[in-house]
């Protein structure tokens, strides 16, 4: 009983945080981003495909992306739960979600919302760029991923919301403080980690 999503702007650290939970938790994450990222490394065709939208900061195709996400979903590690980053990211894909988890007698159980203010995302980004020099952290690239989140991606909160499942966790603090908030806000709905 572990299908989670989590979810924050840019630079919320969810990427970090998603892969120390799915680890203990023992589900795969599945995280778009990272696919683009691979297909784009090995100049596949879907890597051809998606570039420039990456690049750019802008959303690859609702069909297209909801088809890679369903694919990697039917893969036998994540029968029993996965962790999903990245994906849904706007309402339209919340409901190609719902119709594939539905058909399959399933539903998330908690959306992990990583809370962090635009300044500190800005911050935490323009230090990565330095860092890690990704092609999509450029000043005007960055801002555009941040207003495709505020604009598209945060009224998939609201969705969720009202089905009660979101645990909005503050971002700000030392990485193992918000694992532990996120653990304490999974135990409150009786997911647990499975005894290793
Ligand atoms: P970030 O959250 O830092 O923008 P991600 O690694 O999640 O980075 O995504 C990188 C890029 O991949 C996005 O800017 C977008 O172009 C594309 N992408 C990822 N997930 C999706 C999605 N669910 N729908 C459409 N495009 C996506």
Redesign the pocket.
Known sequence: MSRLLIVGP?GSGK?TQGAVIADEYGVPVV????I??ENIKNDTELGQK?KS??AA????P?EL?GEIVRDRLREDDAADGFLL?????NTT?VGHLDEFLSERGEQLDAVILLDVPREESLKRLTLRAEQEGRD?DTEDVIAN?LDIYESETAPIIDVYERRGIVDRIDGVGSLDEITERIRTALAARGIVRPAS
């Not at 995280?31 to 990272?34: I, K, L, N, R, V």
């Open positions: 840019q990427g995280s778009t981003g990272d683009f990222r998606v939208i990456t900061g802008d959303l690859v609702d992306t980053d990245g994906y849904p990211r894909q999509d991923r």
